[in-house]
């Protein structure tokens, strides 16, 4: 399974049933800052929740169709970042991501989806990486704009969170972008 140090305080690990806890206290700790974003983010998030989201995400692994990790930060969890599909047919993923309220502001989550789509491009191969996110959440925003991704548009409603519809913004990057972006 996809892991990697980032840096000495940043680590991306591989999703793990014995941090289902550590993962549901930061969810319900964090309830107020991921609930206007994430629909899975309700009072009732549970352990059993944190379970059965890891649970999926090793299936998902095993099936080569995409992970979740954890985000570590000085060795708390921090958060979680993945693909949350890769359709090897079009070589393309999307990346979805979660950064808990006290951990953001540090790059955390820009130097993750850095190493999500280096991966996606050297290991993996694939052709283009695909980020959505709501179109009010600037924070979320703001890490496939400083990576240099492509705005490609707004899909109207696309997203169902608690009680609305919520319209997404789209972001590419396609290989031959991103390597010649870094090789500057």
């Given at each position: 399974?996809?892991?990697?140090?980032?840096?000495?305080?940043?680590?991306?690990?591989?999703?793990?049933?014995?941090?289902?806890?550590?993962?549901?206290?930061?969810?319900?700790?964090?309830?107020?800052?991921?609930?206007?974003?994430?629909?899975?983010?309700?009072?009732?998030?549970?352990?059993?929740?944190?379970?059965?989201?890891?649970?999926?995400?090793?299936?998902?692994?095993?099936?080569?169709?995409?992970?979740?990790?954890?985000?570590?930060?000085?060795?708390?969890?921090?958060?979680?970042?993945?693909?949350?599909?890769?359709?090897?047919?079009?070589?393309?993923?999307?990346?979805?991501?979660?950064?808990?309220?006290?951990?953001?502001?540090?790059?955390?989550?820009?130097?993750?989806?850095?190493?999500?789509?280096?991966?996606?491009?050297?290991?993996?191969?694939?052709?283009?990486?695909?980020?959505?996110?709501?179109?009010?959440?600037?924070?979320?925003?703001?890490i496939p704009e400083r990576l240099g991704f492509t705005q490609e548009g707004t899909h109207r409603q696309a997203e169902?969170?608690?009680?609305?519809?919520?319209?997404?913004?789209?972001?590419?990057?396609?290989?031959?972008?991103?390597?010649?972006?870094?090789?500057?």
């Amino acid at each position: 399974m996809f892991s990697r140090r980032i840096d000495d305080d940043l680590e991306l690990r591989p999703v793990d049933e014995r941090l289902a806890e550590e993962l549901t206290g930061l969810v319900r700790r964090d309830l107020a800052h991921l609930r206007p974003w994430m629909p899975w983010a309700t009072e009732r998030y549970s352990v059993e929740d944190a379970r059965e989201f890891i649970r999926r995400q090793l299936r998902q692994y095993a099936e080569d169709m995409g992970f979740a990790t954890l985000i570590f930060f000085r060795g708390r969890v921090a958060g979680s970042i993945g693909y949350n599909n890769i359709d090897w047919s079009n070589r393309k993923t999307d990346i979805g991501y979660w950064l808990g309220a006290d951990f953001q502001g540090r790059g955390l989550m820009t130097r993750s989806c850095r190493a999500l789509v280096e991966h996606a491009f050297k290991e993996l191969r694939l052709n283009r990486v695909e980020i959505y996110c709501a179109v009010e959440n600037v924070r979320s925003r703001r890490i496939p704009e400083r990576l240099g991704f492509t705005q490609e548009g707004t899909h109207r409603q696309a997203e169902w969170v608690h009680d609305h519809f919520k319209d997404l913004v789209s972001y590419s990057m396609l290989a031959r972008e991103w390597k010649s972006q870094n090789e500057k």
